[in-house]
């Protein structure tokens, strides 16, 4: 929050710029994107976000400017992302009542080789690594902080690194199970235009920073809970899915297909007002992947979506039947009823059957995340896969959104 003492001539000239300079009381230079603004009697306040500020001690600084990015530090809480960075290697030490006294394996971030697509590179590192001694003393504790490093081979806008930090948090939220704030901190390395040094900027983003928005729960935390109970999916770790290579394919598949974001992000952080509105958005998800899928525009995306989940014919029809009446259902929410009236013999989900359209949105989640994986080439972690294969005929178990395509289930 900036507070301001102005005329109302000079107020009124400030709140329409799309971005705020100055300088802090430290001699920092800053640059933010006003986010909105209100007036009391003679101040007037703004609110900003991607706020930028660069170290004022720094003697060898040559300014930044935010549209000139080269690097970002993405800087985690190690406890917060232990499970989706360090699952598969036993990075966990010491802890009381669960909360974490000491992270051991200090090679741990070295596990993950660095990876480089489309002029984007992707390495992992730990904040003191700037420090050799500070290193060796904090290791992983708390203190730490285990930061993902990506260097652009040509500097871009800030708005695109954004997009590029979005994309890798909607994975981790996605399947990795991190606590609250598990992003503590960004930095980026900037340059003024024309300019090849670089300055170290501060940088806050509420977007990325801030709450993300996940659904608050007095028991559990939402996003480490998981299992059938919650509907959640069980916590996959990044060397499951193929390392940096991976969340760099996973990147450049957001970035090819923008409405992916938004519609994991909309799902997983309760943006949607109800089951009909994720499905709404969800269905758009598959129409947006089936293109990306196989390059051209067609009517009936289900068909593509059903294809590319599974190949497998003991599980197609099952599998088939609940994408098409989840897209049935898409299209009479959309159109208020499906074209054919009265004579359509297409089933869909009924308005008031609200228990069964909460089961198929959670399944159209499922599907727009495995599709997507299949599509970025990644592999579809266990459970997902459990979340929508697993079934044991002997003793009548499957997935409970099973229970959906068998009660509307198209007359022989």
């Known amino acids: 929050m900036l507070h301001l003492d102005l005329s109302l001539l000079d107020a009124a000239q400030m709140v329409q710029s799309p971005v705020i300079e100055g300088y802090t009381r430290s001699g920092a230079r800053f640059t933010a994107v ?11 306040s703004c609110v900003l976000d991607d706020l930028l500020v660069d170290d004022p001690w720094d003697e060898n600084r040559s300014g930044f400017d935010r549209d000139i990015v080269h690097t970002v530090f993405a800087l985690f809480d190690p406890r917060a992302i232990d499970q989706f960075f360090f699952q598969d290697f036993r ?50 504790s708390s203190q730490e902080r285990i930061a993902l ?5 040509h500097p871009v806008p800030l708005e695109a690194a954004r997009r590029k930090i979005a994309a890798m948090q909607s994975l981790i939220e996605a399947v990795g199970k991190p606590s609250f704030h598990y992003l503590r901190e960004l930095t980026i390395y900037s340059s003024n235009r024309g300019e ?10 509420r977007g990325l920073l801030g709450d993300r928005g996940t659904v608050p729960s007095s028991k559990v935390d939402p996003l480490r809970s998981g299992g059938i109970g919650d509907r959640r999916l069980g916590p996959a770790g990044l060397k499951e899915l193929g390392g940096l290579p991976a969340l760099l394919r996973w990147v450049a598949l957001c970035d090819e297909v923008p409405h992916l974001l938004s519609v994991l992000d909309a799902h ?44 497998d014919e003991d599980r197609l029809l099952l599998h088939r039947q609940m994408i098409e009446l989840c897209w049935n259902t898409y299209l009479q929410i959309k159109h208020v009823a499906l074209r054919g009236g009265a004579t359509d013999n297409r089933r869909a989900v009924p308005d008031d059957d ?12 499922s599907t727009v995340l495995a599709t997507a994986f299949t599509i970025a080439e990644i592999p579809i972690p266990n459970a997902l896969t459990q979340r929508l294969f697993a079934h044991d005929d002997a003793r009548g178990w499957w ?14």
């Open 34 to 44: 006003l986010d909105g603004s209100f007036s009391t009697t003679g101040r007037i």
């Open 91 to 140: 990075g966990l030490g010491k802890a009381i009542d669960g909360e974490v006294l000491e992270l051991v394996g200090t090679d741990l971030v070295h596990k993950y080789s660095p990876a480089q697509v489309d002029g984007l590179s992707l390495s992992m590192t730990t904040k003191s690594a700037q420090f050799s001694r500070a290193a060796e003393e904090l290791a992983r």
């Open 149 to 153: 490093r990506l260097d652009f081979e």
């Open 196 to 205: 090849p040094g670089s300055s170290v900027v501060d940088w806050w983003s």
């Open 268 to 311: 997983a952080r309760g943006l949607a007002i109800d089951a009909r509105g994720s499905i709404l958005s969800l269905a758009v998800g598959w129409e947006h992947l089936a293109a990306r899928s196989r390059g051209t525009i067609e009517s009936a995306a289900w068909r593509e979506i059903a294809q590319l989940l599974t190949g």
């Open 354 to 365: 609200h228990d069964a359209l909460a089961l198929a949105a959670d399944f159209m989640y």
């Open 399 to 412: 997935p409970l959104w099973t229970t959906v395509a068998e009660k509307y289930r198209p007359a022989p």
